[in-house]
């Protein structure tokens, strides 16, 4: 369907779209019945979520939530980050501030993002430029069928100079967010 952007010639010639007219269309109603995110001036489709991808999230949210209750922080599920000419919706993602500091603007960073990627690794990845733009200062990729998370951090200049992986097994500690560890393997026990 889309061989056509196989071609560098027809690449050069896409026409991106602003963030304006991005939010324009959702208030039109253009994207009611079409999940889509906008990432890098290009509208992508958002792909379904398997039931461990369901579970995950909902997983990491009600452990993020707990850890936030009390602080300075609270935690979007699949809210949008306006960064640029990106507005990605992650899995997960921990806010600096109250809820309310928030109901007439998108947040533009985060202290912690998570995804989850089951069937999206290669987008998931290429999300780590968005982040390290808005400084994210960590970024984690969770894996559950790889039984490995991918961590991002110390955002410098648009990009993450720090990527490492952890094993399932390993208890993953944030730096982002002292106190706040995941342990994938008793996460998929549970």
Same mark, same amino acid.
């Given at each position: 369907m889309?061989?056509?952007?196989?071609?560098?010639?027809v690449r050069r010639h896409v026409a991106p779209i602003t963030i304006t007219r991005?939010?324009?269309?959702?208030?039109?109603g253009v994207f009611d019945e079409w999940p889509v995110e906008l990432l890098s001036g290009v509208l992508v489709e958002k792909m379904s979520k398997s039931e461990l991808h369901v579970y995950l +999230?909902?997983?990491l949210y009600q452990a993020l939530a707990k850890f936030c209750a009390e602080s300075q922080w609270h935690v979007g599920k699949e809210d949008p980050i306006t960064i640029g000419d990106s507005e990605p919706e992650p899995d997960i993602s921990v806010i600096q501030g109250q809820l309310s500091d928030f109901r007439h603007a998108k947040p533009t960073t985060a202290q912690l993002v998570i995804e989850v990627a089951i069937s999206s690794l290669a987008l998931d990845r290429a999300k780590a430029r968005d982040y390290a733009k808005a400084c994210v200062p960590e970024y984690w990729? +969770?894996?559950?069928?790889?039984?490995?998370?991918?961590v991002y951090r110390h955002p410098i200049a648009g990009a993450y100079?720090?990527?490492?992986?952890?094993?399932?097994?390993?208890?993953?500690?944030?730096?982002?967010?002292p106190g706040f560890s995941f342990n994938l393997s008793a996460a998929l026990a549970e």
């Open positions: 889309l061989e056509v952007l196989e071609s560098p010639e991005y939010h324009r269309m959702i208030e039109l +999230v909902k997983f990729v +969770v894996q559950p069928e790889a039984k490995t998370i991918e100079s720090e990527k490492m992986e952890v094993s399932a097994e390993s208890t993953l500690e944030s730096t982002a967010l």
